[in-house]
Protein backbone atom coordinates (compact mmCIF):
# COMPACT_ATOMS: atom_id res chain seq x y z
CA UNK A 1 0.00 0.00 0.00
CA UNK A 2 1.64 3.35 -1.36
CA UNK A 3 2.80 5.49 2.06
CA UNK A 4 -0.05 8.16 0.97
CA UNK A 5 -3.25 5.61 1.75
CA UNK A 6 -2.46 4.79 5.00
CA UNK A 7 -3.44 7.49 7.22
CA UNK A 8 -6.85 6.59 7.42
CA UNK A 9 -6.62 2.60 9.08
CA UNK A 10 -3.90 4.69 11.38
CA UNK A 11 -6.31 6.79 12.53
CA UNK A 12 -8.65 4.28 13.00
CA UNK A 13 -6.11 2.39 15.05
CA UNK A 14 -5.57 5.41 17.23
CA UNK A 15 -8.88 5.80 17.93
CA UNK A 16 -9.37 2.21 19.01
CA UNK A 17 -6.59 2.48 21.18
CA UNK A 18 -8.34 6.65 22.45
CA UNK A 19 -11.87 5.12 23.38
CA UNK A 20 -11.49 1.27 23.38
CA UNK A 21 -10.43 1.40 27.07
CA UNK A 22 -12.81 3.71 27.75
CA UNK A 23 -16.31 1.98 26.28
CA UNK A 24 -18.70 3.34 28.05
CA UNK A 25 -21.16 0.29 28.96
CA UNK A 26 -24.45 1.93 29.04
CA UNK A 27 -24.28 4.77 26.43
CA UNK A 28 -26.17 2.52 23.92
CA UNK A 29 -29.35 2.38 26.82
CA UNK A 30 -29.08 6.53 27.19
CA UNK A 31 -29.40 6.68 23.19
CA UNK A 32 -32.18 3.99 23.33
CA UNK A 33 -34.29 6.27 26.07
CA UNK A 34 -33.67 9.27 24.88
CA UNK A 35 -34.98 8.51 20.95
CA UNK A 36 -38.01 6.56 22.48
CA UNK A 37 -39.00 9.67 24.31
CA UNK A 38 -37.96 12.04 21.37
CA UNK A 39 -40.26 9.90 18.98
CA UNK A 40 -43.04 10.23 22.01
CA UNK A 41 -42.90 14.06 21.67
CA UNK A 42 -42.95 14.20 18.03
CA UNK A 43 -45.90 11.18 18.08
CA UNK A 44 -47.49 14.13 20.63
CA UNK A 45 -47.12 17.26 18.31
CA UNK A 46 -48.56 15.47 15.66
CA UNK A 47 -51.47 14.58 17.41
CA UNK A 48 -52.11 18.05 18.43
CA UNK A 49 -50.68 17.88 22.10
CA UNK A 50 -49.40 20.98 23.86
CA UNK A 51 -48.72 23.81 22.32
CA UNK A 52 -49.73 25.40 19.88
CA UNK A 53 -53.21 23.45 20.12
CA UNK A 54 -52.94 24.32 24.13
CA UNK A 55 -51.46 27.30 25.99
CA UNK A 56 -47.55 27.92 26.12
CA UNK A 57 -48.12 27.71 30.44
CA UNK A 58 -50.43 24.62 30.09
CA UNK A 59 -49.87 21.19 31.52
CA UNK A 60 -49.58 19.59 28.01
CA UNK A 61 -47.23 21.97 27.21
CA UNK A 62 -44.86 21.16 29.56
CA UNK A 63 -45.26 17.71 29.37
CA UNK A 64 -43.97 18.05 25.89
CA UNK A 65 -40.97 20.17 26.86
CA UNK A 66 -39.92 18.11 29.61
CA UNK A 67 -39.95 15.35 27.26
CA UNK A 68 -38.08 16.84 25.21
CA UNK A 69 -35.36 18.26 26.78
CA UNK A 70 -34.95 15.73 30.11
CA UNK A 71 -36.34 12.66 27.90
CA UNK A 72 -34.58 13.25 25.26
CA UNK A 73 -31.92 16.12 25.06
CA UNK A 74 -30.52 15.61 28.24
CA UNK A 75 -30.71 11.69 28.43
CA UNK A 76 -28.59 12.20 24.82
CA UNK A 77 -26.19 14.36 26.77
CA UNK A 78 -25.39 12.69 29.48
CA UNK A 79 -25.23 9.55 27.67
CA UNK A 80 -22.64 10.61 25.03
CA UNK A 81 -20.48 12.80 27.88
CA UNK A 82 -20.26 9.59 29.45
CA UNK A 83 -18.22 8.00 26.41
CA UNK A 84 -16.39 11.51 25.31
CA UNK A 85 -15.64 12.84 28.40
CA UNK A 86 -12.89 10.47 28.66
CA UNK A 87 -11.99 11.10 25.33
CA UNK A 88 -11.82 15.21 25.94
CA UNK A 89 -9.26 14.33 28.74
CA UNK A 90 -7.37 11.35 27.86
CA UNK A 91 -8.39 10.14 30.98
CA UNK A 92 -10.78 6.99 32.53
CA UNK A 93 -14.58 8.00 33.32
CA UNK A 94 -14.32 8.17 37.53
CA UNK A 95 -16.55 4.98 37.84
CA UNK A 96 -18.05 2.57 35.11
CA UNK A 97 -21.01 1.73 37.86
CA UNK A 98 -22.81 5.10 38.17
CA UNK A 99 -24.27 5.35 35.05
CA UNK A 100 -27.33 2.69 35.31
CA UNK A 101 -28.19 3.80 38.19
CA UNK A 102 -27.83 7.54 36.71
CA UNK A 103 -30.24 6.47 34.13
CA UNK A 104 -32.64 4.56 36.38
CA UNK A 105 -32.96 7.39 38.26
CA UNK A 106 -33.63 9.66 35.48
CA UNK A 107 -36.24 7.49 33.76
CA UNK A 108 -38.17 7.34 37.01
CA UNK A 109 -37.65 11.07 37.83
CA UNK A 110 -38.69 11.97 34.45
CA UNK A 111 -41.96 9.80 34.67
CA UNK A 112 -42.68 11.11 38.01
CA UNK A 113 -42.48 14.40 36.71
CA UNK A 114 -44.65 13.80 33.83
CA UNK A 115 -47.31 12.38 35.87
CA UNK A 116 -47.28 15.54 38.32
CA UNK A 117 -47.79 17.55 34.81
CA UNK A 118 -50.61 15.14 34.28
CA UNK A 119 -52.14 15.27 38.09
CA UNK A 120 -51.87 19.27 37.33
CA UNK A 121 -54.47 19.19 34.74
CA UNK A 122 -56.61 16.60 35.90
CA UNK A 123 -55.83 13.52 33.67
CA UNK A 124 -54.56 11.63 36.62
CA UNK A 125 -57.08 11.35 40.03
CA UNK A 126 -54.23 9.58 42.29
CA UNK A 127 -53.32 11.98 45.27
CA UNK A 128 -49.73 10.53 45.15
CA UNK A 129 -47.06 12.75 45.47
CA UNK A 130 -45.78 12.58 42.02
CA UNK A 131 -43.51 16.57 41.95
CA UNK A 132 -41.97 15.60 44.98
CA UNK A 133 -40.66 12.75 44.02
CA UNK A 134 -39.84 13.72 40.96
CA UNK A 135 -37.78 16.19 42.39
CA UNK A 136 -36.12 14.05 44.17
CA UNK A 137 -34.96 11.29 41.57
CA UNK A 138 -34.48 13.93 39.25
CA UNK A 139 -31.92 15.41 41.92
CA UNK A 140 -30.46 11.84 42.76
CA UNK A 141 -30.09 11.15 39.04
CA UNK A 142 -28.43 14.22 37.26
CA UNK A 143 -25.92 14.73 41.02
CA UNK A 144 -24.51 11.30 40.35
CA UNK A 145 -24.00 12.43 36.83
CA UNK A 146 -22.35 15.31 38.27
CA UNK A 147 -20.63 13.65 40.65
CA UNK A 148 -18.73 11.06 37.63
CA UNK A 149 -18.07 13.39 35.47
CA UNK A 150 -16.82 16.38 37.62
CA UNK A 151 -14.60 13.63 39.58
CA UNK A 152 -13.33 12.68 36.34
CA UNK A 153 -12.84 16.35 35.24
CA UNK A 154 -11.08 17.35 38.36
CA UNK A 155 -8.62 14.16 38.48
CA UNK A 156 -7.92 15.77 34.51
CA UNK A 157 -6.64 19.27 35.48
CA UNK A 158 -5.47 21.69 33.56
CA UNK A 159 -8.56 21.19 31.33
CA UNK A 160 -8.12 21.25 27.55
CA UNK A 161 -10.88 24.01 25.67
CA UNK A 162 -13.52 21.80 24.85
CA UNK A 163 -13.59 19.87 28.62
CA UNK A 164 -13.81 23.82 30.38
CA UNK A 165 -17.21 24.16 28.06
CA UNK A 166 -18.48 21.23 30.00
CA UNK A 167 -17.78 22.10 32.79
CA UNK A 168 -19.29 25.25 32.44
CA UNK A 169 -22.28 23.35 30.94
CA UNK A 170 -22.60 21.20 34.32
CA UNK A 171 -22.65 24.14 36.07
CA UNK A 172 -25.43 25.62 34.09
CA UNK A 173 -27.15 21.82 34.95
CA UNK A 174 -26.69 22.06 38.63
CA UNK A 175 -28.81 25.65 38.09
CA UNK A 176 -31.31 24.06 36.33
CA UNK A 177 -31.83 21.14 38.29
CA UNK A 178 -31.84 23.53 41.43
CA UNK A 179 -34.67 25.67 39.75
CA UNK A 180 -36.66 22.69 39.21
CA UNK A 181 -36.36 21.84 42.69
CA UNK A 182 -37.68 25.42 43.86
CA UNK A 183 -40.25 25.55 41.57
CA UNK A 184 -41.41 21.89 43.33
CA UNK A 185 -41.27 22.89 46.59
CA UNK A 186 -42.96 26.69 46.45
CA UNK A 187 -45.80 24.88 43.75
CA UNK A 188 -46.45 22.02 46.58
CA UNK A 189 -46.71 24.86 49.66
CA UNK A 190 -43.70 23.22 51.17
CA UNK A 191 -42.05 26.60 51.38
CA UNK A 192 -42.86 30.65 51.13
CA UNK A 193 -40.23 31.76 51.27
CA UNK A 194 -40.60 34.80 49.54
CA UNK A 195 -37.44 35.18 47.40
CA UNK A 196 -38.01 31.36 46.40
CA UNK A 197 -41.76 32.63 45.65
CA UNK A 198 -40.86 35.53 43.72
CA UNK A 199 -38.16 33.17 41.88
CA UNK A 200 -40.81 31.18 40.75
CA UNK A 201 -43.06 33.91 39.77
CA UNK A 202 -40.62 35.16 37.25
CA UNK A 203 -37.78 32.90 36.85
CA UNK A 204 -39.17 30.92 34.58
CA UNK A 205 -36.91 32.40 31.47
CA UNK A 206 -33.75 31.81 34.19
CA UNK A 207 -34.78 28.10 34.29
CA UNK A 208 -34.85 27.69 30.40
CA UNK A 209 -31.74 29.88 29.68
CA UNK A 210 -29.65 27.39 31.98
CA UNK A 211 -31.33 24.38 30.45
CA UNK A 212 -31.41 25.29 26.85
CA UNK A 213 -28.93 27.75 26.83
CA UNK A 214 -26.08 26.79 29.70
CA UNK A 215 -26.48 22.55 29.59
CA UNK A 216 -27.40 21.45 26.28
CA UNK A 217 -25.79 24.60 24.22
CA UNK A 218 -23.01 24.88 25.80
CA UNK A 219 -22.22 21.44 26.23
CA UNK A 220 -22.88 21.18 22.89
CA UNK A 221 -20.45 23.43 21.71
CA UNK A 222 -17.93 21.61 23.43
CA UNK A 223 -18.38 18.92 22.32
CA UNK A 224 -18.29 19.17 18.49
CA UNK A 225 -15.41 21.43 18.84
CA UNK A 226 -13.40 18.11 19.70
CA UNK A 227 -16.13 15.33 17.68
CA UNK A 228 -15.27 17.37 14.56
CA UNK A 229 -11.85 17.97 14.74
CA UNK A 230 -11.48 13.75 15.50
CA UNK A 231 -14.17 12.84 12.37
CA UNK A 232 -13.25 15.55 10.16
CA UNK A 233 -9.07 14.76 10.93
CA UNK A 234 -8.79 18.72 11.39
CA UNK A 235 -6.50 20.01 13.89
CA UNK A 236 -7.86 20.82 17.65
CA UNK A 237 -8.76 24.92 18.32
CA UNK A 238 -7.51 26.83 21.14
CA UNK A 239 -6.95 29.88 19.86
CA UNK A 240 -7.66 33.26 21.34
CA UNK A 241 -10.70 33.33 19.79
CA UNK A 242 -11.90 30.27 20.75
CA UNK A 243 -11.00 31.40 24.32
CA UNK A 244 -12.72 34.92 23.75
CA UNK A 245 -15.57 32.90 22.96
CA UNK A 246 -15.61 30.32 26.03
CA UNK A 247 -15.02 33.55 28.22
CA UNK A 248 -18.47 35.53 26.48
CA UNK A 249 -20.59 32.65 26.74
CA UNK A 250 -19.32 32.05 30.65
CA UNK A 251 -20.17 35.29 31.65
CA UNK A 252 -23.20 35.28 29.34
CA UNK A 253 -24.83 32.44 31.59
CA UNK A 254 -23.05 34.22 34.42
CA UNK A 255 -25.09 36.81 33.72
CA UNK A 256 -28.35 35.52 33.16
CA UNK A 257 -28.38 33.32 35.67
CA UNK A 258 -26.64 34.64 38.97
CA UNK A 259 -27.57 37.93 37.97
CA UNK A 260 -30.66 36.97 36.99
CA UNK A 261 -31.93 35.66 40.39
CA UNK A 262 -30.11 38.65 42.08
CA UNK A 263 -32.33 41.31 40.06
CA UNK A 264 -35.24 39.24 40.96
CA UNK A 265 -34.69 38.66 45.00
CA UNK A 266 -33.77 42.10 44.94
CA UNK A 267 -36.43 43.97 42.86
CA UNK A 268 -34.09 44.99 40.55
CA UNK A 269 -34.06 44.85 36.69
CA UNK A 270 -34.51 41.33 35.22
CA UNK A 271 -35.24 42.76 31.15
CA UNK A 272 -31.60 44.62 31.88
CA UNK A 273 -29.53 41.44 33.26
CA UNK A 274 -31.16 39.36 30.65
CA UNK A 275 -30.26 42.07 27.72
CA UNK A 276 -26.29 41.87 29.10
CA UNK A 277 -26.76 38.33 28.78
CA UNK A 278 -27.87 38.09 25.43
CA UNK A 279 -25.10 40.94 23.90
CA UNK A 280 -22.66 38.42 25.75
CA UNK A 281 -24.21 35.42 24.70
CA UNK A 282 -24.41 36.29 20.84
CA UNK A 283 -20.83 37.69 21.01
CA UNK A 284 -20.18 33.85 22.06
CA UNK A 285 -22.17 32.60 18.99
CA UNK A 286 -20.18 34.49 16.73
CA UNK A 287 -16.80 33.02 17.93
CA UNK A 288 -18.37 29.70 18.05
CA UNK A 289 -19.23 30.09 14.29
CA UNK A 290 -16.12 31.26 13.23
CA UNK A 291 -14.21 28.60 14.64
CA UNK A 292 -16.99 25.91 13.03
CA UNK A 293 -16.05 27.10 9.91
CA UNK A 294 -12.42 26.88 10.51
CA UNK A 295 -12.55 23.57 11.23
CA UNK A 296 -14.74 22.72 8.40
CA UNK A 297 -11.74 24.61 6.40
CA UNK A 298 -8.99 23.14 7.82
CA UNK A 299 -9.99 19.25 7.50
CA UNK A 300 -7.71 16.89 5.84
CA UNK A 301 -10.59 14.36 5.01
CA UNK A 302 -11.75 16.42 2.15
CA UNK A 303 -14.82 14.69 0.87
CA UNK A 304 -16.76 14.66 4.67
CA UNK A 305 -18.93 12.02 6.14
CA UNK A 306 -23.16 12.29 6.20
CA UNK A 307 -22.24 13.77 9.95
CA UNK A 308 -20.14 16.27 9.31
CA UNK A 309 -22.31 17.63 6.89
CA UNK A 310 -25.77 17.29 8.65
CA UNK A 311 -23.70 19.24 11.63
CA UNK A 312 -23.17 21.56 9.88
CA UNK A 313 -27.22 21.63 8.96
CA UNK A 314 -27.49 22.31 12.92
CA UNK A 315 -25.29 24.74 13.00
CA UNK A 316 -27.63 26.89 9.92
CA UNK A 317 -30.70 25.94 12.64
CA UNK A 318 -28.63 28.00 15.45
CA UNK A 319 -27.44 30.63 13.27
CA UNK A 320 -31.23 30.67 12.16
CA UNK A 321 -32.33 30.91 16.07
CA UNK A 322 -30.02 33.75 16.79
CA UNK A 323 -31.33 36.06 13.52
CA UNK A 324 -34.77 34.91 14.52
CA UNK A 325 -34.51 35.87 18.11
CA UNK A 326 -32.66 39.84 17.07
CA UNK A 327 -35.20 40.39 14.60
CA UNK A 328 -38.18 39.43 16.95
CA UNK A 329 -36.54 41.30 20.13
CA UNK A 330 -36.18 44.54 17.80
CA UNK A 331 -39.39 44.22 16.11
CA UNK A 332 -40.97 43.76 19.64
CA UNK A 333 -42.58 40.60 18.80
CA UNK A 334 -40.03 38.33 21.04
CA UNK A 335 -42.30 37.08 23.82
CA UNK A 336 -45.30 36.50 21.44
CA UNK A 337 -42.71 34.32 19.11
CA UNK A 338 -40.80 32.76 22.02
CA UNK A 339 -42.09 29.26 21.75
CA UNK A 340 -41.35 29.76 17.82
CA UNK A 341 -37.63 29.97 18.90
CA UNK A 342 -37.18 27.48 21.32
CA UNK A 343 -38.63 25.01 18.80
CA UNK A 344 -36.00 26.23 16.60
CA UNK A 345 -33.47 25.93 19.14
CA UNK A 346 -34.68 22.57 20.52
CA UNK A 347 -35.66 20.91 17.20
CA UNK A 348 -33.37 22.42 14.80
CA UNK A 349 -30.17 23.19 16.69
CA UNK A 350 -29.64 20.65 19.08
CA UNK A 351 -31.74 17.79 18.24
CA UNK A 352 -30.73 17.89 14.61
CA UNK A 353 -26.93 18.21 15.82
CA UNK A 354 -28.20 15.02 18.28
CA UNK A 355 -29.36 12.81 15.36
CA UNK A 356 -25.97 13.89 12.89
CA UNK A 357 -23.68 13.12 15.64
CA UNK A 358 -25.88 9.80 16.80
CA UNK A 359 -25.33 8.49 13.28
CA UNK A 360 -21.61 8.71 13.47
CA UNK A 361 -21.16 7.47 17.69
CA UNK A 362 -23.11 4.58 16.83
CA UNK A 363 -20.92 3.23 14.11
CA UNK A 364 -17.68 4.56 15.65
CA UNK A 365 -18.76 2.59 18.75
CA UNK A 366 -20.18 -0.50 17.68
CA UNK A 367 -16.84 -0.80 15.21
CA UNK A 368 -14.43 -0.08 18.38
CA UNK A 369 -16.58 -3.02 20.10
CA UNK A 370 -16.69 -5.33 17.23
CA UNK A 371 -13.46 -4.69 15.46
CA UNK A 372 -11.48 -2.86 17.61
CA UNK A 373 -10.12 -5.58 19.47
CA UNK A 374 -8.69 -7.44 16.11
CA UNK A 375 -7.82 -4.44 14.40
CA UNK A 376 -4.39 -5.98 13.05
CA UNK A 377 -5.08 -9.61 13.61
CA UNK A 378 -7.52 -9.86 10.32
CA UNK A 379 -9.55 -8.45 7.88
CA UNK A 380 -11.91 -5.84 9.04
CA UNK A 381 -14.71 -2.95 7.95
CA UNK A 382 -13.74 0.76 8.15
CA UNK A 383 -16.08 2.37 10.37
CA UNK A 384 -17.97 4.03 7.30
CA UNK A 385 -18.63 0.32 5.81
CA UNK A 386 -21.01 0.44 9.08
CA UNK A 387 -23.64 2.47 7.44
CA UNK A 388 -25.07 3.10 4.25
CA UNK A 389 -24.88 7.41 3.74
CA UNK A 390 -27.03 7.55 0.12
CA UNK A 391 -30.09 5.66 2.26
CA UNK A 392 -30.07 7.48 4.94
CA UNK A 393 -29.42 11.09 4.25
CA UNK A 394 -33.21 11.88 2.59
CA UNK A 395 -34.43 11.12 6.15
CA UNK A 396 -32.03 13.68 7.84
CA UNK A 397 -32.63 16.36 4.83
CA UNK A 398 -36.44 15.13 5.36
CA UNK A 399 -36.14 16.14 9.04
CA UNK A 400 -34.07 19.21 8.41
CA UNK A 401 -37.15 20.28 5.86
CA UNK A 402 -39.53 19.39 8.44
CA UNK A 403 -37.96 21.30 11.19
CA UNK A 404 -37.74 24.73 9.39
CA UNK A 405 -41.77 24.65 8.08
CA UNK A 406 -42.78 23.95 11.49
CA UNK A 407 -41.30 26.67 12.82
CA UNK A 408 -42.76 28.76 10.20
CA UNK A 409 -45.95 27.06 10.95
CA UNK A 410 -45.25 28.23 14.43
CA UNK A 411 -44.51 32.03 13.52
CA UNK A 412 -47.68 32.09 10.96
CA UNK A 413 -49.83 30.72 13.86
CA UNK A 414 -50.99 27.66 11.73
CA UNK A 415 -51.78 24.78 13.82
CA UNK A 416 -52.63 21.96 11.56
CA UNK A 417 -49.79 23.05 9.29
CA UNK A 418 -47.31 22.60 12.39
CA UNK A 419 -49.12 19.20 13.45
CA UNK A 420 -48.77 18.14 9.89
CA UNK A 421 -44.67 19.26 9.77
CA UNK A 422 -44.54 17.33 13.22
CA UNK A 423 -45.89 14.15 11.46
CA UNK A 424 -43.09 14.64 8.70
CA UNK A 425 -40.26 14.78 11.54
CA UNK A 426 -41.39 11.74 13.40
CA UNK A 427 -41.18 9.76 10.48
CA UNK A 428 -38.03 11.14 9.50
CA UNK A 429 -36.77 10.31 12.51
CA UNK A 430 -38.31 6.69 12.72
CA UNK A 431 -36.16 6.52 9.50
CA UNK A 432 -33.35 7.87 10.87
CA UNK A 433 -33.55 5.05 14.00
CA UNK A 434 -33.90 2.20 11.02
CA UNK A 435 -30.47 3.33 9.85
CA UNK A 436 -29.04 3.14 13.59
CA UNK A 437 -30.30 -0.08 14.25
CA UNK A 438 -28.87 -1.47 10.83
CA UNK A 439 -25.52 0.21 12.29
CA UNK A 440 -26.28 -1.44 15.56
CA UNK A 441 -26.89 -5.29 14.02
CA UNK A 442 -23.92 -4.78 11.21
CA UNK A 443 -26.82 -5.00 8.21
CA UNK A 444 -24.86 -3.49 6.00
CA UNK A 445 -21.50 -5.09 6.80
CA UNK A 446 -20.44 -7.43 3.99
CA UNK A 447 -20.68 -11.32 5.11
CA UNK A 448 -17.33 -11.96 4.39
CA UNK A 449 -15.98 -9.41 7.06
CA UNK A 450 -18.92 -9.29 9.14
CA UNK A 451 -18.08 -11.32 12.28
CA UNK A 452 -14.61 -12.57 12.39
CA UNK A 453 -13.59 -15.36 14.85
CA UNK A 454 -13.93 -14.78 18.52
CA UNK A 455 -16.33 -11.97 18.15
CA UNK A 456 -19.94 -11.88 18.56
CA UNK A 457 -23.03 -9.57 17.58
CA UNK A 458 -23.23 -6.15 19.84
CA UNK A 459 -25.60 -6.11 22.39
CA UNK A 460 -28.50 -3.13 21.43
CA UNK A 461 -28.31 -1.30 24.43
CA UNK A 462 -25.17 -2.24 26.04
CA UNK A 463 -21.41 -1.88 25.26
CA UNK A 464 -18.64 -3.87 25.71
CA UNK A 465 -15.13 -4.53 24.49
CA UNK A 466 -14.45 -7.81 23.05
CA UNK A 467 -11.60 -10.12 23.12
CA UNK A 468 -10.96 -13.39 21.08
Known amino acids: MPAARRPAPLQQKKNAIVLGATLSRWTMSYFAAALIAFLAAELLMTLGYGYPSAPVESASTLVLVHLVVLGWLSLLMCGALFQFVPV???????????????????????????????QMDGFVSTVFAFFPAAAALLAIGFGLALWNLGRTLWAARPLPLPAR??????????????????????LRGVTDNPHLADVVANGVPLHAIAGLGGWLTFTAMGVSYRLLAMFMLAPDLDSSRSRAGFYSGTAALAVAIGGGVAAICFAASLTLALLAAGLLGLCALVLYGADMLRLYRARKRRVIELNSRMAAFAMAGLAASVILIVALAALGFFAQHVAATAFLVAFGWLSGL??????????????????G??????ATPR????????????????????????????????????QAC??????????????????????DVGVAMRLPPGIRMPQL???SVQHD
Not at 165 to 186: N, P
Not at 422 to 443: D, F, K, N
Open 88 to 118: LVARALYSDSLPLPTLVCLIVGLAALLLGFL
Open 165 to 186: FVVVGLCSLAATVTFGIIFTLV
Open 354 to 371: GLAKLYKITAFLTWLECY
Open 373 to 378: PVLGKT
Open 383 to 418: VQDLAVERRAIRWFFLYFCAVWAATAALLLEMPMAF
Open 422 to 443: AGLMLIASLGIIVQLVRIRRLL
Open 461 to 463: LRC
